[in-house]
């Protein structure tokens, strides 16, 4: 589903990602580890297509995202094909970024209304249904500054959902949450989990969440994968002195 | 020096609708030129490639930093098949779009990152991230500068004298020229340029409650 070909990012003179193949099948769900500034958050915004890609590819489907190669060369994909390939991922940030000026719905129903170009009752009831999973049915005429952290980063999850992105990118979504509401949204991507098959790219530092849902961990340390396992050997017994310090740390 | 009230009651009339039908018009016909102008090039300055982008920024700052009285006379003997009136909406306009596409500027700039990104990450075509997200989130922040730029026009729109376009000030001098009196016009004119301020001022607070959200 989501393949990284020789992928390098740099920042200015920093090298963030050198040479990075990793690949997602569909459906899985891939947790990223590692300590900061391993690159975990650029490798999620390189595929929501939020920074620039400095050399190599990234195929979603096959299907080249931002760089292709044409006469044997890499050439920028042009954005009406970026934008029809990015259609099919959604992300949920740690900041929720939810639009303040509109109401809860009308986050949920402005992209597929006008993107995927639905009509705006068909919208409006998918958006109740979403926000019925993610428990919130009473707070749809609500404005985002009237919710909590909690309650906004579960109408961010809906917001996502509405979308029906085939690959779902989570970047440590409870990590700006007060510990007591942290169960609530960790619970709601269970039950999206467990009700779909969405490919999921998770970061986070739950690693009992990240236990419970997905498929397989990577490990990364100065943007490489430094070991790969499912989540009971990871977590239990990991290969590497360095990642045994991590969990330890973080656990 | 005294004030002939009589007088000054007798030339009011005359004041008043130089003031209506040119002062207030040219104001408020100035200032939608102005905001719809100013919203353009602030747009333009963020989405435009730098080889149209770096020639308008140019040309902003050039209008911006000459006189106001230049640039109606420039404009009046340049194109002379335009009426003074339509030269000094026009003029005013344009001049004060160039501080509205500032405040603008600086209104969409307030907007946090994680707003474009979400956009992006929703797929928005542009036209949409800039009418349903980021505009009516920067006109928040906006909206009491453009009300002061527009009082800040309302104020220079006695330099249309200079190409005798008959405004409050204009229609007052020349009272004045008739009479020989000018303390009572130019008393007159002052005072209908404070009257009509405030509540100007207090339009412009309603329109802002309006803008919350
Ligand atoms: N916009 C940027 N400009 C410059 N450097 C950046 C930028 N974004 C990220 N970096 C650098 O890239 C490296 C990887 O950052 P990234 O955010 O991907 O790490 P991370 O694994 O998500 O870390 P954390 O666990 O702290 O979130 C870091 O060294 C960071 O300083
Ligand atoms: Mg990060």
Redesign the interface.
């Known amino acids: 589903m989501i393949r990284f070909e020789d992928v390098v990012k740099k920042f200015g003179d920093t090298t963030v990602l050198e040479g990075l193949s990793f690949a997602v099948e569909r459906g899985e769900r891939v947790t990223l580890i590692g300590p900061s500034g391993s690159g975990k958050t650029t490798i999620l915004r390189l595929l929501?297509?939020?920074e620039h890609l400095t050399d190599g590819f990234i195929y979603v489907d096959g299907d080249p995202l931002t760089h292709e190669l044409r006469g044997g060369k890499r050439v920028e994909r042009r954005p009406k094909d970026v934008?029809r390939i990015?259609?099919r991922?959604?992300?949920v940030?740690q900041?929720f970024?939810?639009?303040?000026?509109?109401t809860v719905i009308d986050n949920i129903t402005?992209?597929p209304v006008?993107?995927l170009g639905q009509s705006r009752e068909e919208a409006r009831q998918r958006a109740h249904a979403l926000l019925d999973q993610v428990g919130l049915k009473h707070r749809a005429g609500a404005?985002p500054m009237e919710l909590s952290g909690g309650q906004q980063q579960r109408v961010a999850i809906a917001?996502?959902l509405a979308?029906d992105p085939e690959v779902l990118l989570l970047d440590e979504v409870t990590s700006a949450l007060d510990p007591e509401l942290v169960n609530d949204v960790l619970e709601v991507l269970r039950e999206v989990a467990r009700t779909t098959d969405i490919t999921m790219l998770i970061v986070t530092h739950e690693m009992q969440f990240a236990r419970d849902v997905s498929n397989r961990v990577l490990m990364f340390d100065h943007g490489h994968i430094l070991e790969e396992a499912a989540p009971d050997v990871m977590f239990t017994s990991p290969e590497h002195e360095r990642t045994r310090q991590f969990l330890q740390a973080i656990l | 020096m005294s004030f002939d009230w009589e007088f000054a009651l007798q030339i009011l009339p005359d004041l008043l609708e130089a003031f209506v039908r040119i002062t207030l018009l040219v104001t408020v016909v100035g200032s939608l030129t102005a905001a719809v102008l100013g919203l353009v090039w602030a747009i333009g300055l963020r989405s435009l490639p730098a080889w149209v982008g770096r020639p308008l920024s140019f040309v902003l700052d050039f209008i911006r930093m000459t006189p106001l009285p230049i640039q109606l006379l420039f404009v009046y003997y340049t194109f002379n098949n335009l009426s003074a009136l339509s030269v000094g909406i026009i003029v005013i306009g344009v001049h004060y779009s160039t501080y509205m596409a500032e405040s603008y500027r600086a209104g969409i700039e307030s907007i946090r990152k994680g707003q474009w990104e979400a956009a992006t990450a929703l797929s928005l075509p542009p036209h949409r991230t800039w009418r349903a997200v980021i505009l009516p989130q920067a006109l928040r922040a906006t909206l009491p500068s453009l009300g002061n730029w527009a009082i800040a026009m309302f104020k220079d729109t006695p330099f249309l004298i200079v190409i005798a376009v008959p405004e409050l000030v204009t229609e007052a001098k020349e009272i004045g020229g008739r009479t020989f009196s000018y303390v009572e016009p130019f008393t007159l004119a002052g005072l209908i340029f404070l009257v009509a301020s405030y509540p100007t001022a207090v339009l412009m607070r309603k329109l802002e409650n309006r803008l919350a959200y």
């Not at chain 1, 970024?97 to 509109?102: G, H, I, R, S, W």
């Open positions: 929501m297509t939020l934008t990015r259609r991922i959604g992300m940030f900041q970024n939810l639009f303040p000026n509109m402005e992209a006008h993107v404005h917001r996502a979308m």
